[in-house]
């Protein structure tokens, strides 16, 4: 964002000593740079008036052709000067005295212009007018006289900038403090540069007057108390230091033409001699009417027929593989409940696929004649003769987790293949060609050693937020993300690649010279990207990331496995296919749960006409005409009545648990709650006592409910036992002790709804020791980015505390209720909340069972929103402390675990048969009824 501030602000004075050396090449190649382009735009218009007489001539239209030889040159040299003169005017300050005797009375800006004419006159090339091709003065004698005009004549200025309403203000905007109550935006703003500067010096900061207040107290109540409610709206309670602003920003509009690009390029396909795949099953899909084609991606993919034979695929895997011998178009759509094995099933296909060739001959391809049963079948071969060795494959998922989820995995079981994860084209190549990794500029809290709590909690928050922000998004923090493997080809194939280092050396420490070989150097940077871009096997992104690379590289991948296809809509679930128009492919989702995003579909005062077509996906179009290729009925995650509820509300018992005998893993979470809450149960609620939510702008956040989570975590690793399922089930069902394997601990999911209380959470396992908790293990996600993911114990804190929000909504149940192997804790609401008839039968499920625990009706009633820094205990401050913690790793000495400086030596294995090490003495009990 580019918000105007509405403050004074005063420009530096332009510097008058002379350019240095360096300053003069830059300049200079500006100015050749510029010209370039405009002979280039002087060609274009000779060119297109060529045609135009050309056109004129076959029409015999002489007046035409006379109007057009009699202007071209004087086109052409308006077209030139129009884009020359620019960076000439930039450069000249005052018009010359031959300017001035011929427009007199003319203003100095119109003066400037015939200066900056005849200038640019002067300097252009000189050019051979009998070969324009030829030239007459080579490209470095050009540049020596361009160079010696900038020594001699500029003077280095620019002009204001075109808009009135003053300079702009980089800005982002950053989460509130947790506990903000008030309807504000929170902004991080840097000081804009001065637009008016020495060309090839860096632009400095303006100078400005601002008053400005200091944090005081809590940063929460600070925040909450600058505005205050009027008749008219809001007024400032500090009117001194107020200033009004005008925001303007750019909207992303990636996904709404990638969305429209993608019908455009299908339509144009139908009217292709070739009609590729893609585009008969467009066509077919708009109406159902048109003939079936069918082809067979087993056949199609030999290393996936060879598992087939191999026995890799079972029971349900099997016979969904097994449907991909005779699949619509060659795009399979498999659906199946929570932890029926979608992902792990596409995931095995693509081993399998990657392992083996692509036998292109083998997908045969014929027709489903249904008006003539009598009929024989018209085989054809329409498919391209070429015989790729070695299959690759392109993965497409809705949002960046799953997307990164998708990398680690396919990774881990493709050890062997080339794995990569495909970010936007320009972060992409931004990073590749940078000279040096990214950094993150964060505020330094030493440099105000007397700043106070509020004003530190500040910066803490506005530099936790650039963290995160920088490890999500930057190619050198993302897992193998396309630029970082591209450069460890470079690496690798050094010796090939030795122009690369040579211009990253150059960006580096020469740019002068970068500058004047860039061209070269970019051809270099391409050339090496689209090497990195052939070796891939697998390739990982969203669709519009995906179609960025399909626009930039000749990469085509055989197979497109789209993950999450029910959260897409129609227009982006067929970007890829329209990118790739020969590549069969396979859709994966599950309708019950996430639907495509149509924000305008519900709005009451805006008709929208295209929000309900974009809030129905292409996938359960196909399920509801009953064209799904095979649907998934077997959960193979949940253990035992893990996912009892769901399956008999959300899923009408079409869904069936495989594993529903008792493992160790299962009986220890059943022993916890019998010995925490004498009930046995594997689905508990516990409402904290005094939990409360807060309202930040539209989203919400529970500190009380973050700060018990924390503690409930830290006392189900020290007293619960608990063990991973899977390991578990493996050795109950191992024949040998030689098929047995070391138990690991259970692993912890927390899902919340709200992405402000993902932060909270993020900030709070952030300050926690490994001899806590083992930070492997505990990861914390929001509603969006929980499918296809799963753990053994998950934990649902639904911070709200007067009404449920979406989180009402059946389909983000579906989800929350189905992510665990082992069993489930809702963390909040209160007894008084009005629950709508789903999440009212979820309470009904559990007050059935008495595993809904209500903290009032304790004797002992803990107030959650304070946390003692000193012995990490509720219910007050480390000022009003008693306890006496004693480390018994540091022989005694007085501080709590989290602040052992040998906490890592102590940190909790993720072994369980490990004891846990670390002891300050202090026995905390989050769950205490006495």
């Known amino acids: 964002m580019h918000p105007v501030l509405r403050i004074p602000t005063a420009e530096r004075a332009i510097p008058r000593a002379t350019l240095t050396a360096s300053q003069v090449v830059r300049i200079a190649t500006e100015i050749v740079k510029t010209f370039s382009r405009a002979e280039q735009k002087c060609r274009n218009v000779l060119n297109q008036c060529n045609d135009d007489i050309a056109v004129a001539t076959a029409a015999e239209d002489t007046n035409r052709i006379k109007h057009i030889e009699?202007?071209?040159?004087?086109?052409?040299?308006?077209?030139?000067?129009?884009?020359?003169?620019?960076?000439?005017?930039?450069?000249?300050?005052?018009?010359?005295?031959?300017?001035?005797?011929?427009?007199?009375?003319?203003?100095?800006?119109?003066?400037?212009?015939?200066?900056?004419?005849?200038?640019?006159?002067?300097?252009?090339?000189?050019?051979?007018?009998?070969?324009?091709?030829?030239?007459?003065?080579?490209?470095?004698?050009?540049?020596?006289?361009?160079?010696?005009?900038?020594?001699?004549?500029?003077?280095?200025?620019?002009?204001?900038?075109?808009?009135?309403?003053?300079?702009?203000?980089?800005?982002?905007?950053?989460?509130?403090?947790?506990?903000?109550?008030?309807?504000i935006a929170l902004f991080s703003v840097n000081t804009p540069r001065q637009f008016n500067w020495t060309v090839g010096m860096a632009k400095p900061p303006l100078r400005f007057q601002m008053r400005s207040i200091t944090p005081v107290g809590q940063l929460h109540t600070f925040m909450s108390s600058l505005f205050a409610a009027t008749d008219g709206g809001w007024s400032s309670r500090y009117p001194s230091a107020t200033t009004t602003t005008r925001i303007d920003y750019k909207p992303e509009a990636k996904s709404i033409i990638s969305e429209c690009s993608a019908i455009s390029m299908l339509n144009s396909h139908t009217v292709d001699t070739s009609r590729p795949l893609a585009a008969r099953f467009w066509e077919h899909t708009t109406s159902f009417r048109t003939s079936v084609e069918y082809r067979n991606l087993v056949d199609g993919f030999p290393g996936l027929k060879q598992a087939l034979d191999d026995g890799v695929f079972s029971g349900e895997g099997l016979s969904a593989v097994q449907s991909l011998m005779k699949v619509p178009f060659g795009y399979a759509f498999i659906t199946g409940g929570p932890g029926s094995g979608k992902t792990t099933l596409a995931m095995r296909i693509v081993k399998a696929v990657i392992s083996g060739p692509v036998d292109l001959a083998a997908f045969e391809l014929y027709e489903d004649d249904k008006a003539d049963g009598t009929r024989k079948d018209k085989w054809t071969k329409k498919f391209k003769p070429e015989v790729n060795l070695t299959a690759k494959v392109a993965w497409a998922a809705p949002s960046n987790k799953l997307v990164d989820d998708a990398t680690r995995r396919a990774h881990r079981e493709c050890p062997d293949k080339i794995v990569v994860r495909v970010l936007p084209w320009k972060v992409e190549m931004r990073n590749f060609t940078s000279a040096e990794p990214a950094q993150m500029h964060l505020i330094d809290t030493t440099e105000a050693p007397r700043a106070g709590s509020a004003s530190r909690l500040l910066a803490e928050l506005t530099n936790g937020y650039t963290m995160t922000c920088f490890e999500e998004r930057s190619p050198t923090q993302v897992f193998r993300s396309l630029s970082e493997f591209a450069r460890t080809v470079a690496e690798k194939e050094g010796d090939k690649w030795g122009g690369y280092w040579k211009a990253i050396h150059e960006k580096l420490h020469d740019p002068d010279t970068f500058v004047l070989n860039k061209e070269d150097h970019h051809k270099i940077f391409h050339k090496l990207m689209e090497r990195a871009i052939s070796l891939i096997d697998v390739a990982c992104g969203t669709p519009c990331a995906l179609a960025e690379l399909a626009n930039n590289s000749c990469w085509v991948p055989d197979l497109i496995v789209t993950d999450e296809a029910a959260r897409?809509?129609?227009?982006?679930?067929?970007?890829?296919?329209?990118?790739?128009?020969?590549?069969?492919?396979?859709?994966?989702?599950?309708?019950?749960?996430?639907?495509?995003?149509?924000?305008?579909?519900?709005?009451?005062?805006?008709?929208?006409?295209?929000?309900?077509?974009?809030?129905?996906?292409?996938?359960?179009?196909?399920?509801d005409l009953g064209r799904l290729t095979f649907v998934l009925r077997f959960n193979h995650r949940a253990r035992m009545t893990a996912a009892e509820w769901a399956q008999n509300d959300l899923y009408a018992k079409e869904m069936s648990?495989?594993?529903?005998?008792?493992?160790?893993?299962?009986?220890?979470?059943?022993?916890?709650?019998?010995?925490?809450?004498?009930?046995?149960?594997?689905?508990?609620?516990?409402?904290?006592?005094?939990?409360?939510?807060?309202?930040?702008?539209?989203?919400?956040?529970?500190?009380?409910?973050?700060?018990?989570?924390?503690?409930?975590?830290?006392?189900?690793?020290?007293?619960?036992?608990?063990?991973?399922?899977?390991?578990?089930?493996?050795?109950?069902?191992?024949?040998?002790?030689?098929?047995?394997?070391?138990?690991?601990?259970?692993?912890?999911?927390?899902?919340?709804?709200?992405?402000?209380?993902?932060?909270?959470?993020?900030?709070?396992?952030?300050l926690m020791s490994d001899a806590e908790i083992p930070k492997t293990l505990v990861e914390v996600r929001t509603v969006d980015e929980s499918p296809s993911h799963e753990a053994d114990i998950i934990i649902i804190d639904c911070v709200r505390t007067t009404t449920m929000g979406f989180i009402s909504d059946i389909n983000r149940m579906s989800v929350m209720m189905t992510r665990a192997r082992i069993g489930t804790i809702l963390i909040g609401t209160t007894s008084k909340m009005f629950f709508p008839s789903t999440p009212k039968s979820l309470i009904n499920y559990m007050v059935d069972r008495h595993s809904l625990i209500d903290h009032s009706e304790f004797k002992i009633k803990t107030k959650w929103d304070k946390m003692c820094d000193k012995c990490i205990q509720p219910g007050h401050v480390a000022s009003q402390c008693t306890f006496n913690p004693k480390c018994q790793t540091c022989e005694g000495a007085r501080h709590a675990t989290r602040h052992c400086p040998k906490s890592r030596e102590d940190a909790i294995s993720v072994y369980a048969d490990e004891p846990v090490g670390a002891d300050d003495g202090i026995d905390r009990d989050c769950l205490a009824r006495q």
């Open 568 to 623: 897409l809509s129609e227009a982006m679930s067929l970007l890829l296919p329209s990118k790739w128009p020969r590549t069969v492919g396979i859709f994966i989702g599950d309708t019950k749960q996430f639907q495509p995003l149509s924000l305008a579909k519900d709005q009451d005062d805006f008709k929208s006409v295209f929000g309900p077509q974009r809030a129905v996906s292409l996938f359960k179009r196909l399920e």
């Open 657 to 766: 648990i495989v594993y529903r005998h008792h493992t160790p893993a299962t009986r220890a979470f059943i022993d916890w709650t019998f010995q925490a809450f004498k009930v046995r149960s594997t689905t508990i609620m516990i409402r904290p006592w005094d939990s409360r939510e807060f309202k930040i702008g539209h989203t919400f956040t529970n500190r009380v409910n973050a700060n018990f989570v924390s503690q409930l975590i830290v006392q189900l690793y020290r007293q619960a036992g608990l063990m991973n399922a899977h390991d578990a089930q493996k050795n109950m069902t191992a024949t040998s002790d030689e098929d047995k394997v070391r138990v690991r601990r259970a692993s912890i999911l927390i899902i919340t709804p709200y992405a402000a209380q993902k932060r909270v959470y993020q900030l709070v396992l952030r």
């Open 70 to 183: 009699d202007h071209r040159e004087e086109w052409a040299l308006k077209s030139f000067y129009e884009t020359a003169i620019q960076v000439l005017l930039e450069l000249i300050a005052t018009p010359s005295d031959e300017a001035k005797l011929a427009y007199p009375q003319a203003a100095p800006s119109v003066q400037r212009a015939a200066t900056a004419k005849k200038v640019a006159t002067d300097l252009r090339q000189h050019r051979d007018v009998e070969n324009p091709d030829d030239n007459d003065e080579s490209d470095h004698e050009w540049f020596d006289r361009v160079q010696t005009w900038v020594m001699d004549n500029a003077t280095a200025r620019l002009p204001k900038p075109p808009s009135g309403l003053g300079p702009e203000w980089p800005a982002k905007r950053i989460p509130l403090p947790p506990g903000t109550m008030a309807n």
